[in-house]
């Protein structure tokens, strides 16, 4: 059973470009959360999809997007980028959406926005 | 609004010494309540959780946490500590009938040859 995978590892970007970020779910998850979490901070919620549709967003704005595919594979996608989207992007696979279920985090992805 | 409060950013113990990290959630219901660790560049694992039933709760590498409905507390303890166990420590809730956690800022446990 592999564990939730994110690429890329690292990514350095300019301010005003657009970044894609890849998470694969643990086998057998249908629900994936995306998370940023900054320097010294917890993570805060970005936005959580399940089967394909989202299912719930935190407080991003609307240049935060997503998708998850049928496979259950997801993307986050940052339009226009700023400094202060620079952080630390982690996803999460849990079997079902409820809130119960434990979410397995990926090992991140480091966006620096330069 | 929600929210967790960690007290202490950093936590310093000797080894073998017991660690105490705590954890205060507002609510204005029974959350569910959660203590992951985040050792250096890795992602988050979940130590333990509490949803229903008995108050105290053990974890994985013999951490366990109580949660205090009278304190809405819910503190990570564990009763000796050991250097593998220096690491980061997020608490995190999540509502009822929500699928978001909402986590603390996280507090730096070091331990102390």
């Known amino acids: 059973e592999t564990g939730v995978t994110q690429s890329p590892t690292h990514l350095i970007k300019t301010r005003g470009q657009q970044v894609t970020l890849r998470c694969s779910s643990q086998?057998?998850?249908?629900?994936v959360s995306w998370y940023q979490q900054a320097l010294g901070q917890g993570p805060q919620f970005i936005f959580q999809y399940y089967r394909e549709e989202e299912n719930g967003r935190g407080n991003f704005p609307p240049r935060f997007s997503g998708l998850q595919f049928p496979n259950y594979s997801s993307e986050l996608n940052v339009n226009a980028l700023e400094l202060d989207d620079s952080a630390l992007y982690l996803c999460?696979?849990?079997?079902?959406?409820?809130?119960?279920?434990?979410?397995?985090f990926g090992p991140g992805t480091r966006l620096t926005v330069l | 609004a929600q929210s967790v409060t960690q007290l202490g950013s950093h936590v310093s113990v000797s080894e073998g010494a017991l660690v105490l990290l705590r954890c205060n959630y507002s609510s204005s219901v029974p959350p569910y309540l959660f203590w992951y660790v985040q050792y250096p560049n890795q992602g988050l694992q979940l130590l333990l959780k509490y949803t229903t039933g008995a108050t105290l709760v053990k974890g994985i590498n013999g951490f366990e946490a109580e949660f205090k409905k009278s304190e809405t507390s819910f503190h990570l303890t564990k009763p000796s500590a050991h250097m593998s166990d220096a690491a980061e420590y997020f608490c995190?809730?999540?509502?009822?009938?929500?699928?978001?956690?909402?986590w603390g800022a996280g507090t730096k446990l070091i331990i102390k040859p």
């Open positions: 995190a809730v999540s509502p009822n009938s929500n699928y978001q956690l909402i």
């Open positions: 086998s057998g998850h249908n629900t």
């Open positions: 999460a696979s849990s079997p079902d959406r409820a809130s119960t279920d434990t979410q397995y």
